[in-house]
DNA sequence: TGTACATCAGTGAACGCGCGTTCACTGATGTAC
DNA sequence: TGTACATCAGTGAACGCGCGTTCACTGATGTAC
């Protein structure tokens, strides 16, 4: 059964990208190692060839989700402000946030990723800080632009944490429809009062459940 | 060893708000119910004596948790501008947040609470549009002051959970810092691009951790 | 290049452990007379 | 008001289960000659 040293990194990256998808669409905790192998085609023990325990493959999972997250941000980043601002609304749409596949870490297991060790959330961290230092490239770089991009990653990131435990979706999709609108304001989003003008009609709250 | 009603009605009380404690700072599903009933001063088995399942727990401690911290919002709030300002401001400190005591739920627990049943999410959700409702009550109520409101909500609570996990402690106080002072601002919070006058020194990113 | 041996990725079964839950039992309390 | 009995809050031990992890084993591959 021996592979060689190419397949068995390749296999590693496999359990590592299968194990991203299953943290993020069902918790961490929650995502056993024998559940995430089975997944990966391979024999629950199989794990221990490749990693020393589960918390070695949350850090390398959750940096990864990371990784995979800020790439894509970055790559609508450098195709403009348009691209960028038609990316953050398709990360802002239901579909996306209620679907299991890509996602942000920081919003899926936002809360079990505050209490992992120290790798686990330098990962983070580190994408974190990427993220932020891409988004900078795209503004004069001022004190002000920095503190802007920070705003607008803590709003929509808590927007949409929010929409995703409320159980109501009129409001889950209000929150999520009012940091969207203050985004696609110019230049400074989350910023100015909105617009004095026309219609902001009183929203419908539907059905609860 | 039987209780009269009002003495269960105590203990029953007294297991919830010591789960709710232990499900924000330990997080729900690494929490035990035999943990929660020894810190509660009572025997594991006796749990079934007043809840059906933990599920149904999880249910209340959430639904309390909420209760006492959209309590504590509506008296800071009651007190006027400053002392929500003042109540704002103690809850994005350092202490706060990293304290097992107090905190919001929403923030603690919140990827886990995204994946609870209905009954869990509905008393988060209940509690959270309370809260909004109390926040308007400040406003003149226009759609835009709504907006605000959640615009705001969405901005603390995403900057908290960012904050939580990060593992750059500068970077940590520096995101808190920014909706901060985004708060102080008059009026509209979150608002508009910072005063362009003076000090907004580059910040410095400490040591890693 | 061909052979002989060591390596080690993957297997299947098992480990100890802690989880949520159940159960027979207890004895102080509530209730009926 | 006093007695007799039913109730049931809390106990301690045990249940099945799934978790993370270990282990002896396998056989195809890498390596040394």
Redesign the pocket.
Known sequence: ?????A??AL??QHIVEVAARMFKSGGIGA?????I?VAAG??????????????ELVAEASSASMDVFVEAARQAMEAGPDAFTRYLENYLSSEYRNGALGGCPVVQTGSELARADAQTRQGVSDGLEQLIGFALKLTDGSAEAEEQVILTMSAVTGAIAISRLVNDSALAEHVIDVVRRSLSKPAAAAAKPARVAGKAPARQRGAQA
């Open positions: 059964m021996r592979k060689s040293k397949e068995k296999t590693r995502t056993g190692v024998g559940e192998m391979l024999t629950h023990s199989a794990f221990y060839r490749h990693f020393a325990s589960k918390e």
